[in-house]
Structure formats: structure tokens, C-alpha cells
Nanobody, 124 residues
């Protein structure tokens, strides 16, 4: 039914930038980015509502990452600047079923649809 797919990961040096993209076919709703943080479970990075009014960032990435969406193209992007080696991990795109970001936007249980992930590697 609903298929989520992310892309754009790769290898970048510390301080560099990457731009991830995500599509969610068959659904137009709030979208979120997660990553598997070292030593912890999957953590929320950002969430953006359908109309971009609902917008959230994890404090650790605020000011460096920018989430945006193009509803005409059906895509969501995560621009990641000033990347750090400790941010080397898998990044995942997730889709909610509501237009606005869930109140528990950083909880994995708030999103029924997930992509397979894209690997981001930041070298020092």
C-alpha cells in the first residue's frame, strides 16, 4: 500500500554536507527522519508536517540540519550541514498518518511506515 524510500546517503568528511531525500507513495502526511544513535535506540532527528507549519528538530541537530518538503514532487528532504563523525549511522525516513507531526514526534511508535534506511558515513 504505502511505500517509503529514502536515498542520498554516502561518505563525507567531517564538516561536510549531505542531502537526504524521501518519498512516500500513496500518502501525504507528516514525515520524520530518524537515525540509530550510537549506544541507544533509534532517535528522532526531525519532523515536518504536510503544510510545513508543524516542524521539529532534535536539539543536537538544530541549526545544522534543515528539513523541507515539496508536495508537488511528493518529496521530503533533509539537508545536513557541518556533519560530525559521531553522526555516522543509518538514517531512516518515516511517515505518519496525520497531517501534523504527532505530539510524540520523536517516538518510533508514532509512525507506521518506514523506509529501509540510507547509510551516512562521516570520516574524520
Amino acid at each position: 500500500q504505502v511505500q517509503v524510500a529514502e536515498s542520498g546517503g554516502g561518505l563525507v568528511q567531517a564538516g561536510g554536507s549531505l542531502r537526504l531525500s524521501c518519498t512516500a507513495s500513496g500518502l501525504s502526511a507528516a514525515m520524520a527522519w530518524f537515525r540509530q544513535a550510537p549506544g541507544t535506540g533509534r532517535e528522532g532527528v526531525s519532523c515536518i508536517g504536510r503544510n510545513s507549519v508543524s516542524l521539529y528538530y532534535a536539539p543536537v541537530v538544530k541549526g545544522r540540519f534543515t528539513v523541507s518538503r515539496d508536495n508537488d514532487k511528493g518529496t521530503v528532504a533533509l539537508q545536513m550541514d557541518s556533519l560530525k563523525p559521531e553522526e555516522t549511522t543509518m538514517y531512516y525516513c518515516a511517515a505518519a498518518t496525520t497531517f501534523s507531526c504527532p505530539s510524540t514526534w520523536s517516538a518510533t511508535t508514532s509512525y507506521p511506515y518506514w523506509g529501509q534506511g540510507t547509510q551516512v558515513t562521516v570520516s574524520s
